[in-house]
T-cell receptor, first 116, second 114 residues
Framework: AQSVTQPDIHITVSEGASLELRCNYS??????LFWYVQSPGQGLQLLLK??????LVQGIKGFEAEFKRSQSSFNLRKPSVHWSDAAEYFC??????????????FGKGTTLSVSS | KAGVTQTPRYLIKTRGQQVTLSCSPI?????VSWYQQTPGQGLQFLFE???????NKGNFPGRFSGRQFSNSRSEMNVSTLELGDSALYLC?????????????FGSGTRLTVV
C-alpha cells in the first residue's frame, strides 16, 4: 500500500538549534516527493520538492531535504531554527507517471515548536 | 501573480444541507485538485480535474462531487451534510514543467457542520 510515515508527531527545538524532520514512504512507482508547511488556519506552503536529479534539494526559508532511495526516506533539515518556523510540516508523495493531477499522499504531519 | 483563491473562507451549515465550495486556480493552471483535512484522518485526496474532466477520484462517498469550468475554476459540492464532513477543504492548482509539476494550495474553506 502507498503510504507516508512521519514518525514524530511533535518536536520541540531550541531557537538556533538544528532541525531534522523524518519522512519515510512506501510507493510502488518512482516517487515525486514534497515537503509542505502549514501555519494555523492556513493552507499549505511548498518548502521544496524532489522530482529528479540531485538527491539533496534546497528549498525556501533555508530548508533542505535529502532523498535516499535505499532507505525510502526524504528527511527535512534546517541548520538553525527560527521562532517563525513553528508550524506543522507535511511530507507528501506523488507519482511521476502522470504529468499532472496525481493524488498526493500525505503523512500525518509533524508539529514543530520552537523554544527560546 | 495571484495565487489560488478559495471562497468562502468559512462556512457553517446544518446537517442534511448541501454546500458548494469554489476554487479559482492560478492563471494558466489547468489542473485543480481537492483535499479534505481533518484532525483524525489528516489530508485526504478527494478528486482532480483537468480540462473539465475528472481524471482521478479518492475514496469518498458519492455525496462529494465536483466540476470544472472552461476557465479552469472548480467547484466541489457536498450533499446531505454530516457532522463528520466538518473539515478544512483545500484546493490545489498545478501545472507541469520541465522541473516537474508543482502544486500550489489555497488557504482553504473551513466548513463546520452543526
Amino acid at each position: 500500500a502507498q503510504s507516508v510515515t512521519q514518525p514524530d508527531i511533535h518536536i520541540t527545538v531550541s531557537e538556533g538549534a538544528s532541525l531534522e524532520l523524518r519522512c519515510n514512504y512506501s510507493y510502488g512507482a518512482t516517487p515525486y516527493l514534497f515537503w509542505y508547511v502549514q501555519s494555523p488556519g492556513q493552507g499549505l506552503q511548498l518548502l521544496l520538492k524532489y522530482f529528479s536529479g540531485d538527491t539533496l534539494v534546497q528549498g525556501i526559508k533555508g530548508f533542505e531535504a535529502e532523498f535516499k532511495r535505499s532507505q525510502s526516506s526524504f528527511n527535512l533539515r534546517k541548520p538553525s531554527v527560527h521562532w517563525s518556523d513553528a508550524a506543522e510540516y507535511f511530507c507528501a508523495v506523488g507519482s511521476m507517471a502522470n504529468q499532472a493531477g496525481t493524488a498526493l499522499i500525505f503523512g500525518k504531519g509533524t508539529t514543530l515548536s520552537v523554544s527560546s | 501573480k495571484a495565487g489560488v483563491t478559495q471562497t468562502p473562507r468559512y462556512l457553517i451549515k446544518t446537517r442534511g444541507q448541501q454546500v458548494t465550495l469554489s476554487c479559482s486556480p492560478i492563471s494558466g493552471h489547468r489542473s485543480v485538485s481537492w483535499y479534505q483535512q481533518t484532525p483524525g484522518q489528516g489530508l485526504q485526496f478527494l478528486f482532480e480535474y483537468f480540462s473539465e474532466t475528472q481524471r482521478n477520484k479518492g475514496n469518498f462517498p458519492g455525496r462529494f462531487s465536483g466540476r470544472q469550468f472552461s476557465n479552469s475554476r472548480s467547484e466541489m459540492n457536498v450533499s446531505t451534510l454530516e457532522l463528520g464532513d466538518s473539515a478544512l477543504y483545500l484546493c490545489a492548482s498545478s501545472v507541469y514543467r520541465d522541473t516537474g509539476y508543482g502544486y500550489t494550495f489555497g488557504s482553504g474553506t473551513r466548513l463546520t457542520v452543526v
